[in-house]
Structures are given as C-alpha cells and as structure tokens.
Nanobody, 126 residues
Framework: QMQLVESGGGSVQAGGSLRLSCAHSGYTSSTYSVAWFRQAPGKKREGVAGLRNTGTTQYADSVKGRFIISQDKAKNTLYLEMNTLKPEDTAMYYC????????????????????WGQGTQVTVSS
C-alpha cells in the first residue's frame, strides 16, 4: 500500500506561480509511474503531468511550457511547479502513483493508477 499526501495549494492571481508537493511512503518497486491530475467543479478529472521511473515526462497540452513535474527521491516527494497560472487552472489537484511502468498513452489516464492522495485546492483569480 502506498500513501500520498498533497500540499501547497492555495489562492493566487493569474500570472502567478505555485508549487504543489506530494509526500509519499516510498516506492516499493523499481518501476513506477506517478502523475498529477486535476478536477474542476462539474468537469471530469484530467491528467496534467506524468513521470516514469525512466525519467520521461508527459504533459497535457493545456499546461505544456507552464508546469513542470519533478521529484526528490531522497525525500519521497513529488512536485508540480505551476507557472503563469490561469483562471482555468482552478481545480482540485491530486497526485497518483502506480507500481507499473505505464506506456505513454496511459500515463495521464486516471484508470491506470492504484494509489491516490486526497487532493489540494488551487484557485486562480483573474
């Protein structure tokens, strides 16, 4: 069982930045995939950024060039650096993990992840 806890959400004006953190209990396998998802009110949860143990990353088109996913393995922490925030980035943000090395087309698909955090709210005002 893997536990994940997000933090770092808050309210920010458009154009601002936030860094989300996801502290986890550690990887129990040499292969893994981790990702950030978000869900705005009335909308489906969508994948934002994903990272595999190979180091490869993937981003949703809506956040490319603005968001960066990274991790500190020594601290068992996943990050999402969010820059040039827009009101449409307002959502509950979740981190997710799976022990498998997911394929590229799976990395931002929520149904492939078995472990989830409780979420942290990000609100961007215009």
């Amino acid at each position: 069982q893997m536990q994940l806890v997000e933090s770092g959400g808050g309210s920010v004006q458009a154009g601002g930045s936030l860094r989300l953190s996801c502290a986890h209990s550690g990887y129990t396998s040499s292969t893994y995939s981790v990702a950030w998802f978000r869900q705005a009110p009335g909308k489906k949860r969508e994948g934002v950024a994903g990272l595999r143990n190979t180091g490869t990353t993937q981003y949703a088109d809506s956040v490319k060039g603005r968001f960066i996913i990274s991790q500190d393995k020594a601290k068992n922490t996943l990050y999402l650096e969010m820059n040039t925030l827009k009101p449409e980035d307002t959502a509950m943000y979740y981190c997710a993990a799976d022990r498998r090395l997911l394929f590229s087309y799976q990395l931002l698909q929520e149904n492939y992840y078995n472990y989830w955090g409780q979420g942290t709210q990000v609100t961007v005002s215009s």
